[in-house]
Structure formats: structure tokens, C-alpha cells
């Protein structure tokens, strides 16, 4: 997974995030709505092979709360025993 940042200030951070699609993105969009102010990501076509992904916060820093919700989204899965 390659990511780009597009912009980046003190609350908000716009990445361009190669390789991953809906599934990855909308676990992420959901988690991150809990924390953040605003969430958002789109696909503008199909066949790109990339997503670009928003996040903007109230307090903190979104890479913080990016990197937490990621955490918590791995602990989550590691959770599931099959």
C-alpha cells in the first residue's frame, strides 16, 4: 500500500492511498467517525487504483487519530478467532 499526502495542517489531513478499495476504506471511514469532525473518502472511477481519503478533526492531530483507528481496527480482527 503506497499512500500520498495531499494536504496536511493542524486538522486536516488529505491522503491518496494506492491498492485499497471499499472494503478497507469504509472499515476506516466508520471507525474514524467516532473521533473525528469529518470523514470522507472517494473512488472517482472504477478503475483507479486508488482512493482519496479525508479526515478532519476538532483536537489532536489527524495523523494521531488515523494511526489509533487503525490500531483499533487490527486488534478488532486479531480478535476474531476462527
Known amino acids: 500500500m503506497k ?3 495531499l494536504k496536511e495542517d493542524k486538522d486536516e489531513l488529505k491522503l491518496k ?17 467516532e473521533k473525528a469532525d469529518f470523514v470522507a473518502y472517494r473512488k ?3 478503475l ?8 478532519r478533526v ?3 492531530s489527524p495523523r494521531t487519530v488515523i494511526k489509533k483507528a487503525i490500531k483499533e481496527l487490527i486488534r478488532e480482527w486479531e480478535a ?3
Not at 48 to 55: P, Q, S
Open 80 to 82: 476474531l478467532k476462527l
Open 58 to 60: 476538532k483536537k489532536g
Open 48 to 55: 483507479d487504483d486508488f482512493v482519496v481519503f479525508l479526515v
Open 17 to 33: 492511498i494506492y491498492g485499497e478499495d471499499h472494503t478497507l476504506m469504509n472499515m476506516l471511514r466508520e471507525k474514524l467517525a
Open 44 to 46: 472517482e472511477h472504477p
Open 3 to 5: 499512500i500520498e499526502v
